[in-house]
């Protein structure tokens, strides 16, 4: 479906287009915080992944020399001069016609070696008899194999995840620069929404939008700041509005989206200031309710009051923007 024919995509390529992918800063956390956090630079490897040549099976390290002239006709017979278990660093004694033993993950020096398979060699005390060639290399993972030192893990923009938390910790990387949390100003508003913490009444509703909409807030990466629930007075939450939009970086309101005849939203957020309202209900079930829009660089996603709606109207519009005030290179994937 192009976007001509997709009213979501096409609302959403409208409002993306007043808001600016960019970091407003950046800090540095640990890892153990940096879960679900964008990076504000690029991460390179700090060391060789593998950082050291090692072994992937079970038997013995030789010269490759002495392994490639075996065969069953010219079996090879070697000294196993010792063993190089998972931890040590040394190799000592090993050289042509000289053998060690290995398990899974022991150190192989520089040099030209191979590993052969504890099944196919026949070892009588110290010596052990070879009777199939083996290659340079083969059973041997090379340092540097997987990836080199200063070659790119992770790039600016990336969102971390836990297996990129892995890969970070893997690599002795235990602190990252990220994006600043954008603050996000969260409100609620008509004159029949109450706080859930006073008594319900019949013809009311209890606020529950501010506490699901901080929730994706926070999920998405941004610091969700409640700033109340404004009653149908539009002077009022105008003025309210503008006063907060001097302190956070972008603006969710849910509800009061037509008041008395009025496109109550609609007027509130080109009332905040240009570019204003870019987006205008979208066509699409329940998209009636959905105003988007910016004041200055600062966008504000106006979603339905019913929790359903205004939770995907979130998803598909307030998660996007927040990802490119996080400088996030790969956006949310838009939610039908």
């Given at each position: 479906m192009s976007q001509k024919d997709d009213p979501v995509a096409a609302a959403l390529e409208r409002?993306?287009?007043?808001?600016?992918?960019?970091?407003?800063?950046?800090?540095?956390?640990?890892?153990?915080?940096?879960?679900?956090?964008?990076?504000?630079?690029?991460?390179t490897a700090a060391v060789d992944d593998p950082p050291y040549s090692r072994s992937i099976m079970?038997?013995?390290?030789?010269?490759?020399?002495?392994?490639?002239?075996?065969?069953?006709?010219?079996?090879?017979?070697?000294?196993v001069v010792g063993e190089i278990p998972v931890g040590s660093g040394e190799a000592?004694?090993?050289?042509?016609?000289k053998a060690m033993r290995?398990?899974?993950?022991?150190?192989?020096?520089?040099?030209?070696?191979?590993?052969?398979?504890?099944?196919?060699?026949?070892r009588e005390g110290d010596q052990i008899r070879l009777t199939r060639p083996v290659g340079k290399g083969e059973n041997i993972e090379i340092q540097g194999g997987d990836r080199k030192k200063g070659s790119l893990l992770l790039a600016k923009g990336h969102r971390i995840t836990p297996a990129d938390i892995f890969l970070l910790a893997s690599q002795g990387i235990l602190e990252v620069s990220v994006a600043k949390r954008p603050r996000v100003a969260i409100f609620s508003s008509g004159n029949e929404v109450i706080p859930p913490t006073e008594p319900f009444r019949i013809g009311a509703i209890w606020d529950c939008n501010s506490y699901g909409l901080?929730?994706?807030?926070?999920?998405a990466g941004g610091t969700p700041l409640f700033k109340g629930i404004i009653k149908d007075d539009f002077d009022f939450f105008a003025k309210r509005l503008k006063e907060v939009l001097a302190e956070v970086e972008m603006v969710v309101i849910s509800g009061g989206t037509a008041i008395g005849g009025r496109d109550f939203t609609v007027d509130l957020v080109n009332a905040a200031g240009a570019p204003g309202a870019v987006v205008k209900g979208v066509p699409m079930r329940s998209?009636?309710?959905?105003?988007?829009?910016?004041?200055?660089?600062?966008?504000?996603?106006?979603?339905?009051?019913?929790?359903?709606?205004?939770a995907r109207g979130f998803n598909l519009?307030?998660?996007?923007?927040?990802?490119?005030?996080?400088?996030?290179?790969?956006?949310?994937?838009?939610q039908k």
């Open positions: 409002f993306l287009a007043v808001v600016p992918q960019s970091a407003s800063g950046t800090e540095r956390v640990p890892l153990s915080a940096a879960r679900g956090r964008v990076l504000a630079a690029d991460v079970e038997g013995y390290v030789l010269a490759s020399s002495d392994g490639a002239i075996a065969s069953t006709e010219q079996p090879v017979t070697l000294h000592k004694g090993l050289g042509p016609g290995v398990t899974t993950g022991s150190y192989i020096p520089n040099g030209d070696f191979a590993v052969v398979k504890q099944w196919d060699v026949t901080s929730a994706l807030v926070d999920e998209g009636k309710p959905l105003v988007l829009g910016a004041a200055g660089t600062k966008p504000i996603v106006c979603v339905a009051g019913h929790p359903p709606e205004a519009f307030g998660r996007p923007a927040l990802g490119r005030l996080l400088g996030e290179t790969v956006e949310a994937q838009t």
